[in-house]
């Protein structure tokens, strides 16, 4: 993955602004939109603004699209297969007989993926339980989202700090 520090920089204004007042550091969101999305090069970045891989759960009403992904089971890869179609909502997506798990939200704008991200961690107990929004550092809030079983990746916390410790510079 290349580095854009421009890009990041940006990126860095609109996380302060989306994380103002919740407790997450805005170098979290920042460093999982770059995991997650490769600087929004990723498919799911580009046609959903999806930048942080956040599924569609039973809760969500909004748009969907079907994606392919890899969870982890018992710390082993397993694909899930998607189509990359786009639906009004979850249950038109699963009427369509797409697997639950390659199901992930849809948002109109940057901005609204960038919020969206915000709201998924406030609405979802498990991670106030896992300490996300009282950690100190990024990095504990890395290893608190990883606890809340934010990803199934049991290399997530390794990735997310080795991502971090190579664009924390860019963030001031």
């Known amino acids: 993955m290349s580095t854009d520090p421009a ?12 994380t103002r007042g919740t407790g997450l550091f805005p170098e979290v969101l920042v460093t999982q939109h770059i995991l997650e999305s ?9 046609n959903a603004n999806n930048f942080f891989g956040i599924k569609s ?3 969500w009403t909004g748009p969907v ?8 089971v018992n710390d082993q890869p397993v694909r899930v297969g998607g189509n990359w179609k786009r639906y009004a909502n979850r249950t ?19 901005a609204e993926g960038l919020r969206g991200w915000v709201e998924f961690l406030q609405n979802n107990a498990r991670y106030t339980t896992a300490g996300v929004f009282t950690s100190k550092t990024p990095v504990e809030q890395f290893a608190a989202l990883k606890r809340a079983g934010y990803a ?4 997530y916390l390794e990735k997310l700090t080795a991502i971090y410790n190579n664009v924390k510079g860019f963030f001031f």
């Open 152 to 155: 199934t990746d049991p290399r």
């Open 57 to 59: 759960g039973n809760r």
């Open 7 to 18: 890009y990041i920089k940006r990126l860095y204004q609109d996380a302060v602004t989306a």
């Open 92 to 110: 038109e997506a699963l009427l369509d007989k797409v697997d639950p798990a390659s199901l992930f939200r849809v948002y109109g704008t940057p």
């Open 65 to 72: 699209i079907s994606a392919p992904t890899t969870e982890y």
């Open 38 to 46: 490769g600087m929004k090069l990723s498919s799911l970045a580009r």
